[in-house]
C-alpha cells in the first residue's frame, strides 16, 4: 500500500546524513564532555560546533545558545526562569490564548506561585493583535511570551510589531520558534525578541534536543540544579549525540531552507485550494497565505477528525487532529476554540503537515482518497442528517 | 501497540445495521459535539422483540464501534434482554476500549435504553 507520512507538524524523519553525523557519538565518542581527559575533547568540540550551527541558524551568538531536552523543556525554562529571576520586578506574564501547553501550563504553574498572568485573544484566523498586548501590559510585567506559529493553525505571528511593543519597557518577551526555526528564516535580531525556544525533531533532526536562546545579558533562574553544564544555567550530562543532531540539522535547513519550501508552498497551496472545492462544508483554519511552508489546515462539518484520521491511516495516509477523541485529554483544541469555532466544528479538525519528502503525487493521492472517506462518514452522521433536513426542509 | 483492539477496529471498518429505521417505534440520543461523541438509536419491536436496530454516530472509532456492537448484540432480543447490555457487556464484546475512551465514547447502551424508553412510553400512552 501506498504509506504517505503527512504529520510533518508532530515529528519530522530524521535526516540520514544528520543519523550519519550522531553515530559517532553513540559509539566511539562516548565520552563525558565535561572530563578533561581525551575521552573528553571531541564530544566537547562536537557541542561547540553544534552550538554555532544553531546559532548560525538564528542569528545569533553561540555563548547565548543553551541546550535542552526539548521544545516543551525550553518553553518551560522561558517561561518560568525569566519569571523567576526577576520576580522582584513583577510578578505578572502575558501569554496568548494558542500557545502550547507547555508555555500556557507553566504559566499557571507561576499562577500557583503567586504570580499572576493574563491571556491575550486571537482573532478568526489565529493571529495576536499587538495592540492587545500593549493593553495586556502592566506596570509589574516582567515577561510576555507569543509563540511565532502555531502548530495546529499554522499562522505566523507579527513577532516584529510585539517586540516594538515590548522593547525599553524592561519586559523579556520570549517567542516559541519550535514550529518555525529551521523550517523558515528565523533571525533574532530582526524578531526583535529576547529568548527563543527551539527544537530538534521539527526540522529532521532528533527527538529530546532543543535549545533556547537567551539574549547576551538576559538574567534566567535554571530549571535543573546541578553542575555548570551549559554555562550553569542548564545542568545534567549533555545529550551529545542528539545535540550533535540538532546542530546537523540545523547546518542543512539553512542551507536548504529555501528549496525545500518552495515545493511546500505549492502543494500546501494545492491542498488549501483543492480540498475545499472537492468537499462541501470544509473551513480551512488559520491565515491563508501567511502560514508556515508545509501546513494546511481544515476543519470538515458534520464529522469526528479522529475517525477521518483513522480511515486515511487505513489507506496509509498519517495526519492529526485537533478534536477531542484524538487528545489523550478528550478537550478539543483550545487552539481552535480560541479561533472563536464552536465545539461541533473543532471536532471536524484535520491537519496536514507536508514535509520535504512529499510530492505532488502525495497530494492527489489525499485529494482522491479522502472525499469518499468524508461520504462516507457523513452518511452516518447524526448531525448530517440533521443539518440535511432542516436545509432541505427550509 | 494500536490503541484499539482488532475487534474494535474490525467494527469500525465495516460498521453493521448503519442508518435510520423510517417510522421507528422507539428513537433515542446520547451524547453531543461538545464532547465528541453522539450516536443516535432507531429501534422496530415486533410481539417484544427488538426486530431492526439501527443508528446514526458522530464520533471517534471507539463510538462508531460501540454503535455497531450495540446493535449487533440488541438485535433479535426481547425488550427485557435488551435493557441487560451494558456498556462494560458492550467493551467486553469489543475486546476492551482504551481507558480513557470507556465513559464518553462508550454511549450506546445508553442510547439503545432511551430508544426503547422512548418506545415504552409511546405504548403506555398509546393505551390511556
Known amino acids: 500500500m501506498k504509506k504517505v507520512y503527512l504529520d510533518n507538524n508532530s515529528t519530522t524523519p530524521l535526516l540520514p546524513e544528520v543519523r550519519d553525523a550522531m553515530l559517532p557519538y553513540l559509539a566511539e565518542y562516548f565520552g563525558n564532555p565535561s572530563c578533561l581527559h581525551e575521552w573528553g575533547d571531541a564530544p566537547r568540540e562536537a557541542i561547540e560546533t553544534a552550538r554555532n550551527q544553531v546559532a548560525s541558524l538564528i542569528g545569533a551568538g553561540p555563548e547565548e545558545i543553551i541546550f535542552?531536552?526539548?521544545?516543551?523543556?525550553?518553553?518551560?525554562?522561558?517561561?518560568?526562569?525569566?519569571?523567576?529571576?526577576?520576580?522582584?520586578?513583577?510578578?505578572?506574564?502575558?501569554?496568548?490564548?494558542?500557545?502550547?501547553?507547555?508555555?500556557?501550563?507553566?504559566?499557571?504553574?507561576?499562577?500557583?506561585?503567586?504570580?499572576?498572568?493574563?491571556?491575550?485573544?486571537?482573532?478568526?484566523?489565529?493571529?495576536?493583535?499587538?495592540?492587545?498586548?500593549?493593553?495586556?501590559?502592566?506596570?509589574d510585567t516582567t515577561v510576555v511570551s507569543i509563540m511565532h506559529a502555531n502548530g495546529e493553525v499554522g499562522t505566523l505571528q507579527p513577532i516584529k510589531e510585539i517586540a516594538a511593543i515590548t522593547k525599553g519597557k524592561g519586559i523579556v518577551f520570549h517567542t516559541d520558534a519550535v514550529a518555525t526555526a529551521g523550517t523558515i528564516p528565523v533571525n533574532v535580531k530582526e524578531l526583535g525578541v529576547d529568548a527563543l525556544s527551539l527544537a530538534g525533531n521539527m526540522f529532521y533532526g532528533p527527538k529530546g534536543v532543543g535549545a533556547l536562546w537567551l539574549k547576551r545579558g538576559t538574567r534566567i533562574m535554571p530549571l535543573l540544579d546541578g553542575g555548570v553544564q551549559e554555562g550553569g544555567r542548564r545542568a545534567g550530562t549533555e545529550n551529545v549525540p542528539g545535540i550533535v543532531g540538532l546542530g546537523k540539522a540545523a547546518e542543512l535547513g539553512?542551507?536548504?531552507?529555501?528549496?525545500?519550501?518552495?515545493?511546500?508552498?505549492?502543494?500546501?497551496?494545492?491542498?488549501?485550494?483543492?480540498?475545499p472545492a472537492r468537499i462541501d462544508h470544509v473551513i480551512v483554519t488559520g491565515h491563508a497565505q501567511n502560514r508556515l511552508p508545509g501546513h494546511a489546515s481544515f476543519c470538515v462539518e458534520f464529522v469526528e477528525g479522529e475517525s477521518m484520521l483513522m480511515l486515511l491511516s487505513s489507506k496509509g495516509i498519517a495526519v492529526t487532529s485537533g478534536s477531542a477523541c484524538t487528545s489523550r485529554s478528550l478537550l478539543a483544541s483550545h487552539v481552535l476554540l480560541a479561533m472563536g469555532l464552536p465545539h461541533e466544528i473543532a471536532q471536524g479538525s484535520l491537519l496536514f503537515g507536508l514535509g520535504i519528502n512529499n510530492t505532488a503525487d502525495d497530494v492527489d493521492y489525499v485529494l482522491e482518497v479522502l472525499p469518499p472517506i468524508v461520504e462516507r462518514l457523513r452518511q452516518m452522521s447524526p448531525l448530517y442528517s440533521k443539518f440535511m433536513k432542516q436545509g432541505k426542509g427550509g | 501497540m494500536p490503541i484499539y483492539s482488532q475487534k474494535v477496529m474490525e467494527h469500525f471498518m465495516n460498521p453493521r445495521n448503519v442508518g435510520e429505521i423510517e417510522?421507528?417505534?422507539?428513537?433515542?440520543?446520547e451524547g453531543n459535539p461538545v464532547c465528541g461523541d453522539m450516536m443516535t438509536f432507531y429501534i422496530k419491536v415486533k410481539n417484544g422483540r427488538l426486530e431492526d436496530v439501527k443508528y446514526k454516530t458522530f464520533?471517534?472509532?471507539?463510538?462508531?464501534?460501540?454503535?455497531?456492537?450495540?446493535?449487533?448484540?440488541?438485535?433479535?432480543?426481547?425488550?427485557?434482554?435488551?435493557?441487560?447490555?451494558?456498556?462494560?457487556?458492550?467493551a467486553d464484546e469489543l475486546e476492551g476500549l482504551p481507558k480513557n475512551k470507556f465513559h464518553c465514547s462508550n454511549l450506546g447502551a445508553q442510547a439503545l435504553q432511551k430508544a426503547i424508553e422512548d418506545y415504552q412510553k409511546k405504548q403506555a400512552g398509546g393505551k390511556v
Open chain 2, 59 to 90: 464520533g471517534c472509532g471507539a463510538a462508531i464501534a460501540v454503535s455497531s456492537m450495540v446493535s449487533e448484540m440488541a438485535k433479535g432480543k426481547t425488550l427485557k434482554e435488551a435493557l441487560k447490555i451494558t456498556p462494560k457487556l458492550v
Open chain 1, 254 to 275: 539553512k542551507a536548504q531552507m529555501t528549496v525545500r519550501n518552495e515545493q511546500m508552498v505549492k502543494l500546501r497551496d494545492r491542498l488549501i485550494r483543492e480540498l
Open chain 2, 23 to 29: 417510522n421507528a417505534d422507539g428513537i433515542g440520543e
Open chain 1, 68 to 139: 535542552t531536552s526539548s521544545g516543551t523543556e525550553s518553553n518551560n525554562f522561558a517561561v518560568k526562569g525569566l519569571a523567576m529571576a526577576q520576580q522582584k520586578k513583577g510578578k505578572h506574564i502575558v501569554v496568548s490564548a494558542i500557545e502550547h501547553f507547555s508555555v500556557l501550563n507553566s504559566a499557571k504553574t507561576l499562577e500557583k506561585m503567586g504570580f499572576s498572568y493574563t491571556t491575550v485573544p486571537v482573532d478568526k484566523v489565529g493571529l495576536v493583535d499587538p495592540e492587545k498586548v500593549r493593553k495586556a501590559i502592566r506596570e
